[in-house]
C-alpha cells in the first residue's frame, strides 16, 4: 500500500498501462470512427434533404400553411352532422370487431399447423412458416387499396384488408404460444392414454388462452386505429368522413372528427388494457 502512494503520476499512469493497455492508449481508429459515423449520418442527411427538395424556404412554406389549417380548425364543428359521424365511428368500430374476428379464424389453423410440438413434418412447418412470413410484410392499406379496387367503395374491403393483414401475424403469434407451453402436463396426459384431441383441450389450451386472447385484444385495438386509415382510401368508416371533410377544407369538422376519434382510441386502450391485465 504505501510503495502504491509513494508512486509518481508517470509510474501510476505506467502500471496502468501495463495492466489495461486498451484503456490508456485507445487506437486511433476506435478514436475517430464514432465522429466518422455521426459525420456519414449528417451528410446522409442533407443528400435526403437535397434529393427530397426539402430547403428552408419549403420548410417555412409548408409551417406557414400548417398554421393556417391549424386557425382554420378552430372551434371545431359537426357541421349540423352528428348522426352521421357517430355512424362513421361505430362502423370502425365494426370495421375493427370483423376484421379482428376474421384474422382470429384464419390464424388459428396456420397457428396450429406452423407450432412444431404439433406438427412434426418439417415440409408442413416450414412452408407455413415462409407464408406467414411472406404475407406479415403487406400492411393493410395495401391490402384495402386492391380490395376496393376488386369489390368497390364501401366497407367489406375494409374489413377484409384488416383481416389478411392480421390472419399472418396472429397465426405466427399463435404458433410460438403453442410451441412455448409446458410438455408436462401434455406428457402426463398422453400417459394415460388421452387422445389427441383431449391433450389440445386440456393440456395445452388452458395455457395458451389467455396468452392468445391478450394477443387478440391487443390487435383489436390495433385494428381500430387501421381502419380509420383504410377507411381514407374508400373502405367505410370515419376515415372516408375525414377524407371528404378535408377535401372540402372543412377543417373545423376535421378537428371535431380528430377529436371524437382520439376519446375513442382512448377508451378502447384502456378497456384493452384492463382485460389484458385479467387474462394474463
Known amino acids: 500500500m504505501n510503495d502504491t502512494v509513494a508512486l509518481s503520476p508517470a509510474d501510476m499512469i505506467a502500471r496502468a498501462r501495463a495492466r489495461v493497455p486498451r484503456a490508456i492508449d485507445i ?6 470512427q464514432p465522429w466518422a459515423i455521426a459525420t456519414a449520418t449528417f451528410a446522409l442527411f442533407i443528400a435526403c434533404c437535397i434529393d427530397l427538395d426539402l430547403g428552408p424556404d419549403v420548410l417555412a412554406n409548408g409551417i406557414g400553411k400548417l398554421g393556417g389549417i391549424l386557425a382554420a380548425m378552430w372551434p371545431p364543428s359537426a357541421g349540423g352532422q352528428w348522426s352521421r359521424l357517430l355512424l362513421a365511428i361505430a362502423q ?26 404439433l406438427v412434426s413434418n418439417a415440409a408442413i412447418h416450414f412452408i407455413v412458416r415462409r407464408m406467414m412470413d411472406v404475407f406479415r410484410g403487406i400492411p393493410a392499406l395495401v391490402w384495402a387499396l386492391i380490395l376496393v379496387a376488386a369489390c368497390g367503395l364501401g366497407p367489406l374491403p375494409g374489413v377484409l384488408a384488416l383481416a389478411f393483414a392480421d390472419i399472418p401475424r396472429l397465426g405466427k403469434l399463435f404458433a410460438e404460444a403453442i410451441e412455448s407451453v409446458d410438455r408436462r402436463q401434455r406428457e402426463s ?23 392468445c386472447l391478450s394477443q387478440c385484444l391487443y390487435y383489436l385495438e390495433q385494428n381500430f386505429r387501421a381502419a ?31 377529436i371524437l376519434y382520439i376519446v375513442i382510441v382512448g377508451l378502447l386502450d384502456e378497456v384493452s388494457q384492463r382485460l389484458r391485465a385479467r387474462l394474463i
Open 27 to 32: 487506437p486511433l481508429r476506435e478514436r475517430l
Open 92 to 117: 370502425t368500430l365494426g370495421l375493427a370487431v370483423l376484421g379482428t374476428l376474421l384474422g382470429i379464424l384464419g390464424a388459428l389453423p396456420l397457428g396450429l399447423m406452423g407450432a412444431r410440438n
Open 189 to 211: 396426459l398422453q400417459a394415460t392414454g388421452a387422445s389427441g384431441s383431449l391433450v389440445i383441450r386440456f393440456g395445452m389450451l388452458p395455457q395458451v388462452l389467455p396468452v
Open 228 to 258: 380509420a386509415v383504410v377507411g381514407v382510401v374508400g373502405a367505410g368508416g370515419i376515415g372516408f368522413e375525414l377524407n371528404e371533410r378535408i377535401r372540402i377544407f372543412a377543417f373545423d369538422e376535421v378537428a371535431l372528427i380528430t
